[in-house]
Every structure is written in C-alpha cells, then in structure tokens.
C-alpha cells in the first residue's frame, strides 16, 4: 500500500488548476463513472495515473467485510492516520486541512473491492456513493483542494 507524503502535495492553488487531469480523457477506456475497472487493467490504470501526476493509494479491499473495515483501510493509507477518526465527516476535514496548506492530487485505487461487493451489497454501494460524492465536493474547481479520483479493480465478470 502507497501512503500519501507530505512531498506529494501542490504549492499552490495555480499548481493544482495548471495540474488538473481529465482521467476520462487521459484514459478513453475507462467505463463512466464510479469508475469499476476489470483486473487486467490495474496495471495500466496505476502507470497512467502516475504518469499523469497523482499520488496513487493502492488499497486492497480483499479482506473488507463491512464499511467500517474499508474506512479503517483509508486511514491506513494515509500519513497521519491518528487524525482520522474512521467516519466519513473526519476524512472530509483531513483531506480539505491538507489542501488548504497545499493543494493535492491523489488516486485511490481500491483494488480486489469485487470482494467487499460480494461481502456487503449494501456497504460496497453505499461507501461508493459517499466517497464519489466526497470526491466531487473535494474536487471543485470553485473551492479547489485537490483532484480526488477512485477507482475500484476487481473482477466485475462474477460480481
């Protein structure tokens, strides 16, 4: 797993307008987002994220049963997890503390998340829409913070 440094992050707000990336643009194989993308392509997926200038969090989901365990996973994942309480409110003002101070553009890959989905239906669903809707809020161009963009890897065929 990849965890986000301090050296990751923009100087300045013009840095991270200069940087943003249109992923859909930048990777025309991508399905519409939430952006489920099969296993053959992780590889691909992580090397043009990089290429394109993100910090890319790999977190693996394959032993994520519930919610909780994928918020926890978070946590981990980033640099000071002490501040992050494991709810969605916590992440929201970590992320937006650290892009007040400096811009950031980061890719959370989740990866075997076919797992959680077949673990908890309602959990995988659920945690995806929060976190888009995290993303998009954390993402605007009127109040820019950063880029958040997720992706989630599995095996999609049998999901």
Excluded at 49 to 67: A, H, M, W
């Amino acid at each position: 797993m990849t965890r986000l440094r301090a050296g990751d992050l923009m100087s300045t707000e013009d840095d991270m307008l200069d940087a943003w990336v249109d992923v859909e643009e930048r990777l025309p194989w991508l399905p519409l987002d939430p952006y489920l993308v099969g296993e053959d392509r992780r590889g691909l997926l992580v090397e043009e994220l990089k290429q394109s200038g993100f910090s890319v969090l790999e977190i693996d989901l394959g032993t994520v049963r519930e919610e909780r365990q994928l918020k926890a996973a978070l946590g981990r994942a980033l640099v000071k997890p002490e501040e992050y309480a494991d709810n969605w409110d916590a992440l929201r003002d970590l992320l937006q503390q650290r892009g007040e101070r400096s811009p950031w553009l980061i890719a959370v890959v989740f990866t075997e998340a076919h797992a959680f989905l077949r673990a908890d239906v309602h959990g995988f669903v659920r945690s995806v829409s929060v976190l888009n809707s995290l993303a998009e809020e954390l993402s605007s161009l009127d109040d820019p913070y950063g880029q958040l963009e997720l992706f989630y890897v599995g095996d999609w065929t049998t999901a």
